[in-house]
């Protein structure tokens, strides 16, 4: 039930879309006036939405163009690109600057709207959580200051888990599919998806036709994802779509790549997963803390299930912060997500230990890629950068404290019997 009266609810509804208009206003005012952007990787956007322009979607991955990105977020490319061809735009002007920047700017302000539909149904602060994600600097610095595209794919990724928590599990499948082909970090979620259809299945007794009826849902999302990878086909051939898609998997085959986590702590920032830690290939070590971490995410939604389901998104939130802590192959960017779920959990669950973990995950995060953005800027061999070298060991250690703190809250939380 909404906390507020008919009065009060028309105040609340005005009032969002105020604070959705200066989230975006202080997004385009930091794109303007902070010049800190990584050229390179705009620079490598505006090509791929040149190329897409040019070659059509169905010969960008014969072009010849280097490219770690799947489909999804190359329809929003092309159709800057194709803009560009028309105005003649140059790269990295101004205009095209403009326009490669917007799609994550405008995802933050969608997300920020979502947040503050979902969380009014807990809290009666839902406008200052999601003003939490609006003013947020770690989210401005990613989509309005470095250009990247965090925002993009965590959208669809952010509505398909609510959808999911709502079981309305067709449609979470489908946006679940669309968000793996903007980003493949996606998958790191496949275990909460796959507990879901097991979920789904047990509620109804392991009987044959709802057996069918989520191979038909699984097989709806499969479906979308192939229509929507379909024009980037060569006659119709997926092959190199696939893999590229592989590709990007399997690229910066490394012990972190500028994460700050366990690996950059035991000096593995680029070091490649063949070397060895204690005896074991970095490689080895990955799978191994994978299956544990599917492991412990299993175990948390069954005990979460038996406990009225309060804990979701910590422990959605909770796959992001392990992987990133522990796993290998991980980006700076790729603790993104926490920070929304994180916010969501601390909305549903106000004490000071989740505002606690949402804070610190913001620190870290802003830190670690305020620290790559900064090297990268500064030239030279970056990876050896002063603000690199600071902030890497000290920052490592926080972020496996988060780490632990979220394995110690789920421990507690989780199964902790919900007050009657």
């Given at each position: 039930?909404?906390?507020v009266?008919d009065?009060?609810d028309f105040y609340?509804?005005h009032m969002?879309?105020?604070?959705?208009?200066?989230?975006?206003?202080?997004?385009?005012?930091a794109f303007?006036?902070i010049?800190?952007?990584?050229?390179n990787?705009i620079?490598t956007?505006?090509i791929?939405?040149?190329?897409?322009?040019?070659n059509?979607l169905?010969?960008?991955?014969?072009s010849?163009?280097w490219s770690?990105?799947p489909?999804?977020?190359l329809?929003?490319?092309?159709?800057s690109g194709?803009?560009?061809?028309?105005?003649?735009w140059?790269?990295?002007?101004?205009i095209?600057?403009f326009?490669?920047f917007?799609?994550?700017m405008?995802?933050?302000v969608?997300i920020?709207?979502?947040?503050w539909?979902?969380?009014?149904k807990a809290s009666?602060?839902a406008?200052l959580?999601?003003?939490l994600?609006l003013?947020?600097p770690?989210?401005?610095?990613?989509?309005?200051?470095?250009?990247q595209?965090e925002?993009?794919?965590?959208?669809p990724?952010?509505v398909?888990?609510?959808l999911?928590r709502?079981?309305?599990?067709?449609l979470?499948?489908?946006?679940?599919?669309?968000?793996?082909?903007?980003?493949?970090?996606?998958l790191?979620?496949?275990?909460?998806?796959?507990?879901?259809?097991?979920?789904?299945?047990?509620?109804?007794?392991?009987i044959w036709?709802?057996?069918k009826?989520?191979?038909?849902?699984?097989?709806?999302?499969?479906?979308?994802?192939?229509?929507?990878?379909?024009p980037?086909?060569q006659?119709s051939n997926?092959?190199?779509?696939f893999?590229?898609?592989?590709?990007g998997?399997d690229?910066?085959?490394?012990?972190?790549v500028n994460a700050?986590?366990?690996?950059?702590?035991?000096?593995?920032?680029?070091r490649?997963?063949?070397?060895r830690f204690?005896?074991?290939?970095?490689?080895?070590?990955?799978?191994?803390?994978?299956?544990?971490i599917?492991?412990?995410?299993?175990?948390a939604?069954e005990?979460?299930?038996?406990?009225?389901g309060?804990?979701?998104?910590?422990?959605?939130?909770?796959?992001?912060?392990?992987?990133f802590v522990?796993?290998?192959?991980m980006?700076e960017r790729?603790l993104f997500?926490a920070i929304?779920?994180?916010?969501?959990y601390?909305a549903?669950?106000p004490?000071?230990?989740?505002?606690?973990?949402f804070?610190?995950?913001?620190v870290?995060?802003?830190?670690?890629c305020?620290?790559?953005?900064?090297?990268?800027?500064?030239?030279g061999?970056?990876?050896?950068?002063?603000?690199?070298?600071?902030f890497?060991?000290?920052?490592?250690w926080?972020?496996?404290?988060?780490?632990?703190g979220?394995?110690?809250?789920?421990?507690?939380?989780?199964?902790?019997?919900?007050?009657?």
């Amino acid at each position: 039930m909404c906390f507020v009266t008919d009065k009060g609810d028309f105040y609340v509804k005005h009032m969002i879309w105020v604070l959705l208009g200066a989230g975006l206003i202080v997004r385009l005012f930091a794109f303007y006036s902070i010049d800190f952007m990584f050229e390179n990787d705009i620079r490598t956007f505006q090509i791929w939405a040149s190329q897409l322009a040019t070659n059509g979607l169905g010969g960008f991955y014969k072009s010849g163009i280097w490219s770690d990105y799947p489909p999804g977020y190359l329809y929003i490319l092309a159709l800057s690109g194709v803009a560009r061809g028309i105005f003649e735009w140059e790269l990295l002007s101004p205009i095209f600057n403009f326009f490669t920047f917007l799609p994550a700017m405008l995802a933050d302000v969608a997300i920020g709207y979502v947040i503050w539909r979902v969380s009014r149904k807990a809290s009666r602060y839902a406008l200052l959580f999601a003003a939490l994600w609006l003013f947020n600097p770690a989210v401005i610095l990613i989509s309005s200051v470095w250009g990247q595209v965090e925002s993009v794919f965590l959208l669809p990724l952010f509505v398909s888990l609510v959808l999911l928590r709502e079981k309305r599990l067709l449609l979470s499948y489908i946006l679940y599919g669309v968000a793996i082909l903007i980003k493949p970090q996606s998958l790191f979620l496949g275990p909460v998806y796959l507990f879901s259809a097991f979920d789904y299945w047990r509620g109804h007794g392991f009987i044959w036709p709802e057996l069918k009826r989520l191979g038909l849902y699984v097989s709806a999302a499969l479906g979308g994802m192939l229509m929507l990878a379909f024009p980037f086909t060569q006659r119709s051939n997926y092959l190199p779509v696939f893999r590229q898609f592989w590709g990007g998997l399997d690229a910066y085959n490394f012990g972190t790549v500028n994460a700050f986590n366990l690996w950059a702590l035991a000096e593995r920032n680029w070091r490649p997963l063949d070397a060895r830690f204690m005896g074991i290939t970095h490689a080895a070590w990955g799978v191994i803390i994978a299956v544990a971490i599917v492991c412990a995410v299993f175990a948390a939604l069954e005990i979460n299930k038996r406990r009225g389901g309060g804990h979701y998104w910590l422990i959605v939130a909770a796959v992001f912060v392990l992987t990133f802590v522990f796993s290998v192959k991980m980006h700076e960017r790729y603790l993104f997500p926490a920070i929304l779920f994180l916010l969501l959990y601390a909305a549903e669950k106000p004490r000071w230990h989740t505002a606690g973990l949402f804070l610190a995950v913001c620190v870290t995060f802003f830190i670690n890629c305020f620290a790559v953005l900064y090297a990268f800027n500064a030239g030279g061999n970056w990876w050896e950068s002063p603000m690199m070298l600071r902030f890497m060991s000290p920052v490592s250690w926080v972020n496996i404290g988060i780490a632990c703190g979220i394995l110690l809250t789920m421990l507690w939380g989780v199964n902790r019997c919900p007050k009657k």
